[in-house]
């Protein structure tokens, strides 16, 4: 059997160690020791990409925001998805993350950080999203662990009231916001719809092809019910979550 490599390490906005390994012809990051992300299990962040791009296929000219490089999986699907007119914006914290993209992982996807779509942005996403009224069709979330954040504790912002509403603000008129966690999240869900005023279908999706046993969820949401994909599941709120009847309009900066 062949060994795993460590390919290279980087340090997190937490100080937390990342590093990059391989193993035969697959790939793993790693925080701490715990795995990140590896290229066996790859089917979720597709699964992302589809769903939060559903309803973008027929659409002329979308423009989609990818928070989250990751190995490069979702960025793939949606440009393998949209038209040759489609703008892509990827926004990725760590630029260690693009290097090893572009230096080890890149042949795992055609080089898709090559393509003349994208625009690769470095840098927090919470000041690009404040800086984008009604810019992006679909907003697709793959930052950190998701909910729970794992690399960085700043990340959490993301997934708060005022970043959801950030995102909200954002997105195009039948725009939708598309988040991907390892688990499941009863308050998050809570906050997209009683605290935010969304519509959400959520996903239960396979870590990798054929799996039944590990599992990752995908949250859609809009203002628009009729554009979000078919055959998620509805979040069930108490009296007490019902939605605001007036919510706060996002500040333009930090």
């Known amino acids: 059997m062949k060994p795993s490599v460590r390919l290279a390490t980087a340090r997190t906005p937490d100080g937390g160690e990342m590093e990059l390994y391989q193993h035969d012809r697959d790939f793993t990051i790693k925080i701490n020791g715990q795995d990140l ?133 954002a997105l195009r008129k039948h725009g939708c916001l598309a988040v991907w966690s390892a688990e499941p999240s009863k308050k998050f869900e809570r906050l997209l719809v009683g605290g935010c005023g969304l519509h959400v279908s959520r996903f239960r999706v396979p870590a990798y092809k054929g799996s039944k046993s590990q599992s990752r969820f995908v949250w859609v949401a809009s203002e628009d019910k009729r554009v979000l994909p078919p055959g998620g599941g509805e979040p069930r709120l108490s009296r007490r979550d019902s939605p605001k009847e007036e919510l706060r309009q996002p500040r333009e900066g930090r």
């Open 37 to 169: 992300m590896s290229t066996r299990q790859h089917e979720s962040e597709l699964e992302l990409a589809r769903l939060g791009c559903a309803h973008l296929v027929d659409n002329k000219a979308p423009s989609v925001l990818i928070g989250g490089l990751g190995l490069g999986y979702t960025l793939r699907q949606v440009l393998d998805m949209l038209n040759p007119q489609t703008k892509v914006v990827v926004s990725e914290l760590l630029s260690a993350v693009v290097e090893w993209n572009r230096e080890f992982l890149g042949e795992l996807n055609g080089q898709p950080l090559e393509d003349k779509r994208v625009d690769l942005k470095t840098g927090d996403i919470v000041g690009l999203i404040l800086r984008s009224k009604s810019k992006f069709d679909a907003i697709l979330l793959d930052v950190d662990n998701g909910p729970s954040a794992m690399t960085s504790s700043a990340n959490s912002i993301l997934y708060s009231y005022e970043g959801i509403m950030a995102c909200r603000y």
